[in-house]
């Protein structure tokens, strides 16, 4: 049960931290677009990225860091599910290059941030 509860607590932070992105980016940058989903995908993958390498190769750490930071956290933080819908309704609104720009943004910046987490937490 310990564990259901080092998620859930993971998890509610991560997704109070993706509405307050969400929330803050379309006041910033408008409605147009779905940066907070954007936003929270490519920190999200830096974090796992970087999270994981340094609990698997550099430091001895409590597994249930790992359910509460991977897990939780970044799980409630990413929004794939938001990701698939939002760009869905892109296409039903005809917006053929927001959908795109969308698809390649979070997947190439996402990948990049993975990387880029995994190859800071090696070189601490």
Do not use: H
Not at 30 to 40: A, M, N
Not at 112 to 119: D, K, Q
């Amino acid at each position: 049960m310990l564990k259901v509860f080092a998620v859930a607590l993971g998890g509610s932070i991560g997704a109070a931290t993706r509405y307050l992105v969400s929330t803050w980016s379309a006041e910033r940058f408008g409605s147009d677009f779905p940066y907070g989903t954007l936003i929270v995908n490519v920190v999200g993958c830096f974090i796992i990225g970087a999270f994981l390498v340094l609990v698997t190769e550099r430091v001895i750490a409590n597994p249930y860091w790992r359910l509460i930071v991977a897990v939780g956290f970044v799980g409630g933080l990413t929004t794939f599910s938001s990701f698939g819908y939002e760009t869905l309704k892109l296409l039903e609104d005809a917006q053929l290059q927001w959908a795109a720009y969308n698809v390649i943004a979070n997947m190439v910046l996402g990948f990049f941030a993975t990387w880029l987490g995994m190859t800071i937490a090696r070189a601490i």
